[in-house]
């Protein structure tokens, strides 16, 4: 069990007014229980595994998206009538950040559907962990139709929200927005490195290294303020840019499209969890 949660004990909070299953938090079906063996999060011999690698860390990759994959997904994925996708938790229709139906016509008080370090706050914890819900109130418990999840696995669920809910490969999807070396001026590439590369025209901004002196983390804007602060989307001139921002100059990327919402929240959500290179 993982430090700050008591399994069973949490508080379920009450929504104030309709909450049902056309909305974002709707059924996870998926057919048959027999066939949730494979991906839920259980060991060979069929024990429960907890997800923790020594480290006492919960990795979204290792060990949270198995239990979307088992639980959640068939219902919740790209597109589909639930509105919610939790293929990608972090993008425009995933969960992180997200504000629930509940509260923005009902006022309840768990804003968001996962509350980045506040587990109490997440409604999806009510969801899953429920066993006496109104379903005119909250709706049904989560997933429907196949087995719950178990305390090993709402223990992790639990574990990386009170860490952040952070992707901890956020940057490979950065790197395949912005552009790698080797698709370097070409149209196929990402959508900065046409412009942005190694011994570029000034403003001498190499996102072919994000990291370095003249890349994005932690780097000084011509313009003022930093290119990327690490935990700030809010302060970084790379967001202000490639949403146009008024006071940031033109829009950026200059040639290619602009940034779609899921790219702009991929993007915001590695410089949320800390802008890593990993």
Known sequence: MKPGFVSGMRRRLSLPGALLCA???????????DDDSADDGTADDGTADDGDD???EISFSDDIAPIFAAKCNFCHHPNSATELDLTNPFGEEGMVGRRSIAFEVYGDDQEFIVDQ??????????????????????????????APLDDAQVDDVVAWIEGGAADDATFDAVSDILGTDDQTLGRASGKCTLCHYEGSPPPRLNIL???????LVEV??????????????D???????ITGNPDSGEQMPFNPEPMTADEIATLSAWIEAGALEN
């Open 220 to 233: 000084a804007a011509s313009l003022g303020g930093v290119r990327v602060v690490p935990g700030s989307p």
């Open 235 to 241: 302060e970084s001139v790379l967001i202000e840019k």
């Open 209 to 215: 290294d994000p990291f370095g002196e003249e890349g």
């Open 117 to 146: 370090g506040n587990p109490d706050g997440s409604f999806i914890l009510t969801k899953v962990e429920g066993t006496d819900l109104d379903p005119e109130v909250e709706g049904g418990a989560m997933p429907l139709q196949i």
């Open 54 to 56: 020594g480290s006492g």
């Open 23 to 33: 909305a974002w938090l709707v059924g996870c079906g998926g057919g048959d229980d």
